[in-house]
């Protein structure tokens, strides 16, 4: 297993999925918790040399003036996403954190999310200034904490979709014009990331590292993203299911998905601006895994009473032989946080080994993880999670080799 320090750098990092997956962490360390929900804990890859929990540190930006012990007691008392005792066996390591968070920034991320920012966000910064900033906080984070390496993951709230027509597709060329871009707050984590060779992973629907001119910085340092918007609860299932009809010859008429939650998602998603990332993201792929047009709708409202807890009612209207149309209908209930966390330290650890490996750039492999993969066409779920069983058996077949060649 490997012994080296690594980091992990949340964007976001006292928001809900941020803490349960800091919560998480610190009850795999102590033993507190099994390892369900966990991806890079199956069978099939426990060969592989991920990170120990115990190697793993936590850092982060926040825009909001809270503390990540309240929060995590906040989740805890209004959501029910972890019991009192659990929240005391960890509380010392949360405290612990909390200094380790800083100012994260609000550059074009739409009126809502600017709303929540306290007063220590800068006002008024450049985005070359604000990358910069950044950047020496991932550095600083990395030599206080003697980490070889950090993941930077973006989990916070989803920003308006943005305006790319202007954007230019050479990094030479944006990192001239940076100043005079309209990019949002995801890239610019993003471009500090890489920038300073770190790992980034967008687990949000927002721009992030999108952008052919950021995938080349990636390219040009050595270094390596992916994304973007984790596949957690109702978009998974369509993935799932989708190709169940396409493989039964059961034509599909309409899909239509009502969502409702009630974090702080939740909030942000209620203007509709920023719900329209959200959406496209949720919406697509149906079309790309039946292969023809079909009536789709896709509704996420904001009710406060929920908390982390999300439930989706979806409706399938299809056809099958002789024309006769039939009806599925399900309900999917979940804790949103809970369901995000554990995918957010299996990303963390397959980004890590795929840095150890040599890989650079978009890391296809990871695509199960995401409704919108980064360079990636395939959205059936079992072939994705089949891409990701590949690279494990490819390093399986490469250590073999070298351990034969010495």
């Not at 980034?200 to 040009?220: C, D, K, M, W």
Request: include cysteine; glycine fraction near 10%; proline fraction near 5%.
């Amino acid at each position: 297993m490997a012994q080296a320090r690594l980091g992990i750098w949340l964007i976001g990092a006292k928001g809900g999925v941020a803490t349960t997956t800091i919560v998480g962490l610190t009850a795999l360390k102590k033993g507190l918790i099994g390892t369900t929900g966990l991806v890079s804990e199956l069978p099939q890859f426990r060969r592989l040399p991920l990170a120990d929990w115990g190697d793993l540190v936590v850092g982060g930006h926040e825009i909001r003036e809270v503390s990540l012990p309240g929060e995590a007691a906040r989740l805890a008392a209004e959501s029910r996403v972890f019991g009192p005792h659990l929240l005391a066996e960890v509380g010392g390591e949360l405290a612990a954190v909390d200094p380790r968070i800083r100012a994260g920034t609000i550059i074009n991320v739409g009126r809502t999310i600017a709303a929540l920012a306290g007063g220590q966000v800068p006002r008024g910064e450049a985005p070359r200034e604000a990358v910069d900033r950044l950047r020496h906080d991932f550095a600083d984070f990395a030599e206080a904490n003697r980490l070889e390496h950090v993941v930077v993951v973006n989990v916070a709230s989803t920003e308006p979709p943005a305006d790319t027509a202007s954007v230019p597709e050479t990094w030479v060329e944006l990192a001239r014009r940076l100043d005079e871009s309209s990019l949002p707050a995801s890239s610019l984590y993003a471009i500090a990331a890489l920038e300073g060779g770190c790992s980034y992973v967008n687990f949000t629907p927002s721009l992030g590292s999108r952008l052919p001119a950021i995938h080349e910085l990636a390219q040009l340092r050595g270094t390596r993203h992916m994304g973007c918007d984790g596949k957690t609860g109702e978009t998974l299932l369509k993935s799932t299911l989708a190709p169940t009809f396409a493989r039964r010859n059961l034509r599909v008429m309409s899909w239509v998905g009502h969502n409702i939650f009630g974090n702080m998602d939740g909030k942000v998603l209620a203007d509709p601006v920023n719900k329209q990332a959200k959406v496209v993201s949720k919406d697509h792929l149906l079309r790309e895994i039946l292969g023809y047009p079909l009536q789709t709708h896709v509704s996420i409202e904001y009710i406060e009473s929920l908390g982390d807890w999300k439930t989706a009612w979806d409706h399938v209207h299809f056809t099958g032989f002789l024309g006769v149309p039939m009806a599925l209908q399900l309900t999917w209930q979940g804790c949103d946080s809970v369901l995000a966390a554990p995918l957010v330290l299996d990303l963390v650890r397959f980004t890590e080994l795929a840095r150890r490996r040599g890989q650079t750039g978009t890391l296809g492999f990871l695509a199960s993880f995401f409704k919108s993969p980064l360079g990636v066409d395939e959205h059936c779920f079992d072939r994705q999670f089949r891409m990701l069983e590949e690279w494990a058996e490819g390093w399986e077949k490469d250590e073999c080799r070298r351990q034969k060649a010495e």
